[in-house]
């Protein structure tokens, strides 16, 4: 009986030797692939309410759930681990591929596709002109294909893709929208208002947001009433 304990004991050591290294094996793979999705280190951070008497709902981000939680920070101090919305939380420290975070990239061949790339600092997918060839993977035929690479674990927020959705406003505010049939922004009929979020309060915000061309220099054309055509290409292969 002894003899059967002792084998059964050594046995149990023997597993739970083995799990602690397939536990280990999987804490450093998660830690590879955070690492090479290129979390912030600071999203590992636990959330600090700082110094101050304020009472501000804020979200952090939980690195072992995965998820976004509220907080109450005191509106001064604490780090960086904090975040107005949880939206904002979850793009910012989700593990997202490398290549999203690559600026666009034309390629060395002349045609020009209007293709959309993933804009990490806004959290945004945008229009740029891509040759034809090369570049490198940021590069999506789609805005909703854009987000739900660069974007997986959020429903895509649709903008510039939409159609615009007009409806009457008061006033004489003009309202600006991005037109995806030739590649540029485009005024809504006056007295009408954008009611999706594919409306803008000018040209140049329309463009800066839905686009990597010169807001500037197309809005001054448009404005001067010649025609400009930003991407100087197609919206398919």
């Not at 290294?21 to 600071?42: E, H, I």
């Not at 803008?200 to 404005?223: D, G, I, P, V």
Request: charged share 20%; hydrophobic share 30%.
């Amino acid at each position: 009986w002894e003899l059967h304990q002792t084998s059964q004991i050594f046995r149990f050591q023997e597993e739970s030797k083995t799990t602690m290294k397939l536990l280990g094996a999987a804490c450093m793979l998660l830690v590879s692939v955070a690492y090479a999705f290129g979390t912030p280190d600071y999203c590992n951070q636990r959330p600090v309410a700082g110094m101050c008497k304020a009472a501000i709902p804020m979200w952090y981000y939980e690195p072992k759930a995965g998820v976004c939680n509220t907080f109450t920070w005191g509106g001064c101090g604490g780090n960086e681990n904090k975040f107005s919305t949880e939206r904002e939380c979850l793009q910012t420290c989700l593990p997202t591929p490398d290549y999203c975070k690559l600026p666009p990239e034309t390629g060395p061949c002349k045609a020009g596709f209007r293709k959309w790339y993933y804009e990490p600092k806004a959290g945004v997918c945008r229009i740029f002109t891509w040759g034809g060839c090369k570049g490198n993977a940021n590069k999506f035929s789609s805005e909703k294909e854009c987000l739900k690479t660069c974007l997986p674990a959020l429903p895509p927020v649709l903008a510039c893709s939409q159609k615009p959705k007009p409806g009457l406003c008061t006033g004489t505010r003009l309202r600006w929208y991005y037109n995806d049939l030739f590649g540029g922004c485009a005024k809504l009929p006056s007295g009408l208002c954008g009611k999706n979020r594919n409306s803008f309060k000018s040209c140049e915000a329309c463009m800066r947001r839905c686009t990597n061309y010169k807001a500037n220099k197309y809005c001054k054309a448009l404005h001067d009433k010649k025609p400009a055509n930003p991407s100087g290409g197609s919206s398919a292969e």
